[in-house]
């Protein structure tokens, strides 16, 4: 299985600024994801990063807010900008193969993130 | 749209009894993947079985088996000979099994603790 990596693994943030999360895959992947897990809650997707093109966003998160980059097959970066309060969260990766016969996504340890 | 339920936000179960977490979802779609995932205190999500839907032999895994029930859409996972490492959230989820299709949908997850 993939191992992945994050990078902070936590950070407190300050209103207002932005923050970029990093994510390391030990191998190359097809598709590599973004979700968020906000406090007691669910895992919810935010895009794909998609390699050589623009990310694609789920209903709800813009580009703006969510800047995504993918420049090559193994590493991904998600920035969250402007951030408030309400965007405390823990920002996970995941990645799968696609056409993998089990469909499986692993992810990353996840970068918990604090606003204050 | 997809949705899955989970309607046990706690559970507890003796150490080496048995336990079963309950997971219904919802869909007009008939080829897809069904998961549980685990995640410890440590944030890491960790796959613990998987199912596809034209499948119907049940999956199984170690201790870790479900019983899968297509027409009911229901997904439950079962836990035998619990062990104080199995304390975590579990998480069902769904995806279709459709190249371009491959976000994850979770549902709001159980906490299951084990009793020594």
């Known amino acids: 299985s993939a191992v992945i990596s994050q990078k902070p693994s936590r950070d407190i943030c300050q209103r207002g600024t932005s923050l970029t999360i990093q994510c390391q895959v030990d191998?190359?992947?097809?598709?590599m994801f973004w979700y968020r897990q906000q406090p007691g809650q669910s895992l919810t997707l935010i895009a794909t990063?998609?390699?050589?093109?623009?990310?694609?966003?789920e209903s709800g998160f813009v580009i703006d807010k969510f800047p995504i980059s993918r420049p090559n097959l193994t590493f991904s970066t998600l920035t969250v900008s402007n951030m408030s309060p309400e965007d405390s969260s823990i920002y996970l990766c995941?990645?799968?193969?696609?056409?993998?016969?089990?469909?499986?996504?692993?992810f990353g340890p996840g970068t918990r993130l604090t606003v204050l | 749209a997809q949705t899955v339920t989970q309607s046990q936000p706690e559970m507890s179960v003796q150490e080496a009894e048995t336990v079963t977490l309950s997971c219904t979802y919802d869909t007009s779609e008939s080829d897809y993947y069904l998961f549980w995932y685990k995640q410890p205190p440590s944030r890491q999500m960790i796959l613990v079985i998987r199912q596809e839907a034209y499948k119907q032999q049940n999956a199984t895994e170690n201790r870790f088996s479900v019983n899968f029930q297509k027409a009911a859409k229901s997904f439950s996972l079962k836990i035998s000979d619990s062990q104080l490492g199995d304390a975590a959230m579990y998480f069902c989820?769904?995806?279709?099994?459709?190249?371009?299709?491959?976000?994850?949908?979770f549902g709001t997850g159980t906490r299951l603790t084990i009793i020594p």
């Open positions: 990063a998609n390699q050589g093109s623009e990310a694609t966003y």
């Open positions: 989820a769904y995806r279709l099994r459709r190249t371009g299709n491959e976000k994850l949908t």
């Open positions: 995941s990645v799968e193969e696609r056409g993998g016969e089990w469909g499986e996504q692993f």
């Open positions: 191998s190359q992947v097809t598709m």
